[in-house]
């Protein structure tokens, strides 16, 4: 018996690394924003193992996604295009929060 064939889809997030994370947090912390982590997150036909939200406070407002790809780290702002960066430090150094 021949068993069917499968394919499986690398998801369009992947993990983060720890250091990374503290990183976020401790950024997140000094810029007064709110980190939180999606797990498991399938969202316009693409799948996520980990997905960062930023905002500020309690707001539902999101400020930007973050997830890694296998290329890199991406940051979706919610207004604005993609961008894409080789690391965590770099797409924070790129970003500047400022209050709305």
Not at 71 to 85: C, E, N
């Amino acid at each position: 018996m021949q068993l069917p064939r499968t394919t499986f889809q690398t998801p369009t997030g992947l993990s983060f690394d720890i250091p990374d994370l503290l990183l976020v947090q401790a950024w997140a912390d000094y810029h007064n924003l709110r980190m939180e982590i999606e797990l498991d997150i399938a969202a316009g036909g693409d799948e996520y193992e980990e997905l960062l939200n930023l905002s500020y406070g309690k707001s539902d407002h999101r400020r930007w996604m973050i997830w890694r790809s296998q290329d890199g780290i991406v940051v979706q702002p919610m207004m604005g295009r993609k961008m894409a960066f080789t690391a965590m430090a770099d797409a924070l150094e790129a970003l500047i929060p400022v209050r709305d």
